[in-house]
């Protein structure tokens, strides 16, 4: 039996033992059967269940014509229709548009295309020295990439003759009356004037009118 050990430990490799002595027969048998012993194999973690994925359902499509079918918009129409819509967006060409103004380009472009009427681009041009061409043309552009094409283009200036004798009608029929109006710190700021209230002549009150500087 001893013989037999020793032939078989003839066979395996020579090693040295942690005191630097040769390992004997008998023991580098056992050392062969120790490093075949298979190791203990690690239990694998249970995977945890997919998840089953959620079908894409797509959205239900958009009206755009929704907010004139219901809501305020609605009831503004039902409250007084007409045949005949007609509105205006109502601008002041002296900066670039923001996004506050493509809500009301679209209520008011959109209310009147809805019900089949026209909508106006009327620039309130009745600051010169704070506009400039480029905004004009920039609002204008800007309500055509929305979707939406001006019936008319037209500028508040283009009234002020007819404004003025308007304002001096309404003088002459008691329907008005002057003010002066006083500049304080950037601020303008209405101060009554006990000689100027409605009770003084209409030849007076016309004379104030066409003394008046703003």
């Known amino acids: 039996m001893d013989d037999n050990k020793d032939s078989v430990s003839m066979d395996l490799p020579d090693r040295t033992k942690p005191d630097g002595k040769p390992e004997t027969g008998a023991e580098k048998l056992k050392s062969a059967q120790v490093s075949k012993t298979p190791k203990a194999s690690k239990e694998r973690k249970p995977q ?33 229709s007409s045949e005949k819509v007609i509105t205006r967006f109502p601008p002041e060409p002296n900066g670039f548009l923001h996004i506050g103004h493509s809500k009301a380009i679209a209520i008011n472009f959109g209310f009147a295309r809805y019900h089949n009427g026209v909508c106006y681009l009327r620039f309130d041009d009745t600051n010169p020295e704070a506009e400039e061409e480029k905004y004009f043309t920039a609002i204008e552009d800007m309500v055509h990439w929305l979707g939406f094409t001006p019936y008319k283009v037209t500028y508040s200036s283009d009234n002020f003759d007819k404004l003025y004798e308007l304002a001096e009608k309404l003088i ?6 002057t003010r002066r109006s006083s500049f304080r710190k950037g601020v303008r700021k209405v101060q009554p004037d006990p000689d100027m209230h409605a009770h003084i002549g209409t030849d007076q009150q016309k004379n104030l009118w066409l003394s008046f500087e703003p």
Do not use: H, R
């Open 48 to 80: 945890p269940a997919k998840k089953e994925k959620t079908p894409n359902v797509p959205a239900a499509p958009i009206d755009p014509q929704s907010m004139f079918k219901e809501g305020f918009l609605k009831a503004v129409y039902n409250e007084k």
């Open 172 to 177: 002459e029929e008691d329907g008005a009356y």
